[in-house]
């Protein structure tokens, strides 16, 4: 790997276009201070490392003080075997848009983007690791003394690569912050592209919803309508129907009425003839009595029953004061055979009290007891008795309301027989008064049947008369008869009809009705609905295409995925580095301890020849005058501020050689060798010579040459 030309324009102190060719040994470019020595560093690394689209301002820094385009680089350059040519413009403004990046490989150009990705596949060292190792910079060596070796030491004992892997692993850490920061500002990105995807999604969505809905509505809307219009006809034709059905059946019940009307007149003339023929024939004799008959009749009766009642008082009063007389005969008898049964006891006792003269003195006793009892009973008189002459006039009344009685009957129609003078008064009075009585209720029931023919003859007229102010029954008949037309004719318009052989009832009517009413409310909430989504349709927000957005997004993605996979990278890297520091450090020491013994001799004009590293890596140098190995630190009074830049040199010798490997980069020296004396300066310009045999050695220096052949020379 070597560089073979670089040309500049516009860059740093080089306005004008400037080329330089390279061997592929020691090249040494020669110049005062503030010549142009360090520009051709910062030119070569920039031609090597910086995009030309960078908005830094270290790249605009060195565009040229007032030039018009911008700087322009151009490097040529060998690598594994292939030719490279490298172009790089960085215009003034506007870098992003304007700038140039274009790559040629072999036969292959590129430009841009696909430049840059080329490049880095190709080229694969980092910067860093560049700077660390084969780029030797004299403001390094200074702050090394200034800070004493233990900087040297401490980096020779942290990276297995180079003296500055901190400050390698700490650019890949800046690096990775920065990455960080613009994953999580892509993130934020993303997710805000997510959510105008996602609002443009639900936009699109529910646009397409409403779209779909109103589709349906119309759809539904469509066939709710014929369907409405179906059940509306067939409902208009029930309605039909059942109008002719509810004439029909006013009209049956109007001919129902007027003929319950002409049959209720024709009962009731019907029954008034009869009535008249039951009175004609029936109660034809009692018809031809006066009105008041039936209350003589009873006046009659009722003074018959008081004398008949007044005649049985009489009776048995009469009957009591004959058993008063028979009592009163009776007494008078007893007493009469007392006194003779007295006497005769008193007789027959003198004969006994010379036989027996108990039984004499009883019979005494006896005899004169029987006579006290008839003196000593007395009874009341006889009384006047005046009841026969009240119970004679009592028979002639009784017998003369008989007579009024029979009489009256009689024109009635029911006579009764005249008792005999000579008969068993007492036991005929009581069957011809149960005659009486049979034929007085017989009549009374003639009577009251009679006053209610007459009464039920009176109503019917009245009712006839009733129904005749109603309705004539002429009139009423030519209206029958009109009726009887008018259902025939519906009979046989309704028989014709298809629902009504369908049996279509007034419940399947009224379903229907609902049914109507309930489309039609559906109709009217589908209405609505359609004109809710309509709104809801123009209300919707313009919403970007969602094809854009996904667009955006996906490209989001792919650059955070990008900047993901980077992050990855470098944290892969800075493993990769802490590892293989790791796993350097254990043979390190034994690969590094001879380079720098190789190099120690030749710059210390064989003063120092031997070096060690212990297990910290710290760099030990043998002095020959105190017969020690001591330690290379700053403050040691062995040690001078040239031989501490003579060991340091040494060691970054060593390091490039011992890590380079098959790999060798060209080495960038930037003045060195400062404080070297003019000897030592000889030597390690004579070691530069023999590094250049196998590595390519750019020199950049202000001092002088010494006599010799010294490579290819550059002065500025």
């Not at 992003?96 to 430049?115: N, P, W, Y």
């Not at 009024?404 to 000579?422: C, D, I, K, V």
């Not at 990008?562 to 990769?576: F, G, H, K």
């Amino acid at each position: 790997m070597r560089f073979i030309r670089l040309a500049l324009e516009g860059y740093g102190r080089f306005r004008e276009r400037r080329e330089f060719e390279f061997d592929a040994g020691l090249n040494c470019i020669l110049g005062a201070n503030e010549s142009g020595k360090s520009t051709l560093l910062a030119a070569l690394l920039d031609a090597l490392y910086t995009l030309p689209t960078s908005t830094a301002q270290s790249a605009r820094e060195r565009i040229h003080w007032g030039h018009p385009h911008g700087w322009k680089l151009e490097l040529e350059l060998e690598l594994r075997g292939e030719r490279v040519l490298l172009r790089k413009f960085h215009p003034v403004d506007d870098p992003r848009k304007r700038a140039e990046f274009l790559l040629q490989v072999g036969e292959e150009t590129l430009s841009g983007d696909a430049a840059r990705a080329r490049w880095e596949q190709l080229w694969r060292i980092p910067q860093e690791v560049y700077l660390a190792t084969a780029c030797v910079r004299q403001r390094e060596l200074t702050q090394i003394a200034s800070r004493n070796l233990k900087s040297l030491q401490q980096q020779l004992r942290e990276s297995a690569v180079n003296a500055d892997l901190n400050r390698i692993l700490n650019m890949l850490q800046q690096e990775r912050r920065r990455l960080r920061t613009q994953i999580e500002m892509q993130q934020r990105a993303v997710q805000a592209i997510e959510a105008r995807l996602q609002a443009a999604q639900n936009a699109a969505r529910r646009r397409r919803e409403l779209r779909e809905q109103l589709y349906k509505i119309e759809a539904e809307t469509a066939t709710l309508s014929s369907q409405i219009e179906q059940d509306e006809q067939l409902l208009q034709r029930g309605r039909a129907l059942a109008e002719q059905q509810n004439r029909l059946e006013r009209l049956r019940r109007e001919a129902d009425a007027n003929q319950r009307h002409l049959d209720q007149l024709e009962q009731l003339e019907r029954r008034a003839r009869e009535l008249e023929n039951e009175l004609e024939t029936r109660f034809s004799t009692l018809g031809l009595l006066p009105s008041d008959f039936k209350d003589r009749l009873d006046a009659a009766y009722l003074r018959y029953q008081d004398a008949a009642r007044r005649l049985r008082i009489l009776a048995e009063q009469a009957r009591r004061e004959r058993g008063v007389q028979q009592q009163v005969r009776g007494r008078a008898q007893a007493r009469l055979g007392f006194a003779v049964m007295g006497v005769a006891l008193l007789i027959a006792s003198v004969p006994l009290w010379g036989v027996a003269p108990v039984l004499g003195g009883v019979a005494l006793a006896l005899g004169l007891t029987a006579l006290g009892v008839a003196l000593l009973w007395r009874g009341r008189g006889v009384p006047h008795t005046p009841a026969e002459p009240s119970l004679q006039h009592a028979r002639q009344e009784a017998q003369a309301h008989w007579q009024t009685l029979s009489t009256l009957l009689q024109a009635a129609g029911y006579p009764l027989e005249t008792p005999t003078q000579n008969g068993a008064t007492g036991e005929y009075g009581v069957q011809a008064a149960l005659r009486l009585q049979q034929a007085i209720q017989q009549f009374s029931e003639q009577w009251n049947a009679l006053q209610a023919r007459r009464a039920e003859i009176e109503r019917t007229r009245h009712q006839i008369e009733a129904l005749h102010a109603v309705q004539d029954p002429k009139a009423l008949r030519e209206r029958q008869r009109e009726l009887a037309v008018e259902i025939l004719g519906l009979q046989e318009q309704i028989q014709r009809d298809p629902l009504a052989r369908e049996g279509l009832a007034a419940e399947m009517l009224l379903r229907l009705e609902n049914k109507v009413t309930r489309e039609r409310q559906q109709l009217s909430d589908l209405q609505e609905e359609r004109l809710r989504c309509e709104g809801a349709l123009r209300s919707l927000p313009d919403a970007e295409p969602v094809d854009a957005v996904e667009l955006e997004h996906a490209r989001a993605l792919q650059r955070l995925e990008q900047l993901l996979y980077r992050a990855r990278l470098l944290e892969t890297t800075e493993q990769l580095l802490s590892e293989a520091n790791a796993r350097y450090l254990g043979d390190l020491s034994a690969r590094l301890k001879p380079r720098i013994e190789q190099h120690l001799p030749a710059l210390t004009l064989g003063r120092y020849t031997q070096a060690d590293l212990d297990e910290t890596l710290s760099l030990q140098v043998h002095h020959p005058e105190r017969g020690e190995v001591l330690p290379v630190e700053d403050g040691q009074p062995a040690w001078s501020a040239s031989v501490l830049d003579q060991l340091f040199f040494a060691c970054r010798l060593g390091l490039t050689d011992a890590l380079a490997d098959d790999l060798r980069l060209p080495l960038l020296l930037d003045d060195p060798f400062v404080h070297f004396d003019a000897e030592r300066y000889r030597a390690a310009l004579e070691l530069l010579t023999r590094v250049a045999q196998q590595t390519q050695v750019i020199l950049f220096t202000c001092r002088a040459l010494p006599d010799g052949d010294w490579g290819k020379v550059h002065r500025l």
